[in-house]
């Protein structure tokens, strides 16, 4: 079974850090375009970080340049997001995807093959 979960989510004070993951089961991750997008409350989802699976370049949301990372780790199945100085904007419920092919706009694609569930990030003190 395809099936793809985050987990890592939950309250974290401004300026803290959290890593979320998306693990991957049914098919192999590195073989794939992944892409993290988010929806808060009340707004559209955006795309904040994808990875290409042809070269590995990486697109980011300017929002979060110099915050959040991407990472993967292949013998797990699993990639990361890896989000520091988190900020109350920053809260929302987080999608890892992941898509068979590259995209040219994969931030602003929703159609990726893929979605998890969701996890959800809350910035507040």
């Known amino acids: 079974q395809v099936q793809l979960v985050e987990s890592g989510g939950g309250l974290v004070q401004p300026g803290g850090s959290l890593r979320l993951s998306c693990a991957a089961s049914g098919f192999t991750l590195d073989s794939y375009a992944i892409g993290w997008f988010r929806q808060a409350p009340g707004k559209e989802r955006e795309g904040i970080l994808c990875?290409?699976?042809?070269?590995?370049?990486?697109d980011i949301l300017d929002s979060v340049k110099g915050r959040f990372t991407i990472s993967r780790d292949n013998a797990k199945n699993t990639v990361y997001l890896q989000m520091t100085s988190l900020k109350p904007e920053d809260t929302a419920v987080y999608y890892c995807?992941?898509?068979?092919?590259?995209?040219?706009?994969?931030?602003?694609?929703?159609?990726?093959?893929?979605w998890g569930k969701g996890t959800l990030v809350t910035v507040s003190s």
């Open positions: 995807a992941a898509n068979e092919a590259d995209v040219p706009r994969c931030l602003d694609y929703y159609g990726m093959d893929y």
């Open positions: 990875i290409s699976k042809s070269d590995g370049s990486i």
